[in-house]
T-cell receptor, first 111, second 116 residues
Framework: KNEVEQSPQNLTAQEGEFITINCSYSVGISALHWLQQHPGGGIVSLFMLSSGKKKHGRLIATINIQEKHSSLHITASHPRDSAVYICANGTGETSGSRLTFGEGTQLTVNP | NAGVTQTPKFRILKIGQSMTLQCTQDMNHNYMYWYRQDPGMGLKLIYYSVGAGITDKGEVPNGYNVSRSTTEDFPLRLELAAPSQTSVYFC???????????????FGPGTRLLVL
């Protein structure tokens, strides 16, 4: 069974702190997705990766295929980073295949 | 581009009523998906479609139906609403690139449904 687990479930940080959110999955992937869900409910894709590391602004995503583990890092966190961060595992052999989602990590960054 | 749009934003249904949640995308994506999100739970796939005329069940399809007559539209139908269907529903779409196994999914703003 394909399972995706995130930790921590909730995270509170002070502005400027370095943040790490972890994701472990049980089944080999085609790609690992990180998404952000805004307080208003909208969901946007941050990263899709199948190896190594990707960086966009202050966000960095890494993946270790052998350990079935991915991390999302936020450098110099800001209150506007407050959101739910969701990890999802895509395991299909064809494009656009189905994702299994983690339960999300609620991040609150205080000024 | 409007991206993925969903209507309505919010709806209250009585038990046993039916309704259709609308989803439209203007990115010419061939893959479309319906998810539900319950409080404290991960998104669950209800149905998905790989192109016009082709649909398939996801993880939690019971109580729902879909159709895909055009590339743009992927409506989700609830025939006999039940309290267990109270949730937030998200539609998403993605494209297909030859040789790539996964693509980014683009989400609509969601429909909040309350069944009383």
């Amino acid at each position: 069974k394909n399972e995706v687990e995130q930790s921590p479930q909730n995270l509170t940080a002070q502005e400027g702190e370095f943040i790490t959110i972890n994701c472990s999955y049980s089944v080999g992937i085609s790609a690992l997705h990180w998404l952000q869900q805004h307080p208003g409910g909208g969901i946007v894709s941050l990263f899709m990766l199948s190896s190594g590391k990707k960086k966009h602004g202050r966000l960095i995503a890494t993946i270790n295929i052998q350990e079935k583990h991915s991390s999302l890092h936020i450098t110099a966190s800001h209150p506007r980073d407050s959101a739910v961060y969701i990890c999802a595992n895509g395991t299909g052999e064809t494009s656009g295949s189905r994702l299994t989602f983690g339960e999300g990590t609620q991040l609150t960054v205080n000024p | 581009n409007a991206g993925v749009t969903q209507t309505p934003k919010f709806r209250i249904l009585k038990i046993g009523q039916s309704m259709t949640l609308q989803c439209t995308q203007d990115m010419n994506h061939n893959y479309m998906y319906w998810y539900r999100q319950d409080p404290g739970m991960g998104l669950k796939l209800i149905y998905y479609s790989v192109g016009a005329g082709i649909t398939d069940k996801g993880e939690v399809p019971n109580g729902y139906n879909v159709s895909r007559s055009t590339t743009e539209d992927f409506p989700l139908r609830l025939e006999l609403a039940a309290p267990s269907q109270t949730s937030v529903y998200f539609c998403a779409s993605s494209t297909q690139v030859m040789g790539r196994k996964q693509e980014t999914q683009y989400f609509g703003p969601g429909t909040r449904l309350l069944v009383l």
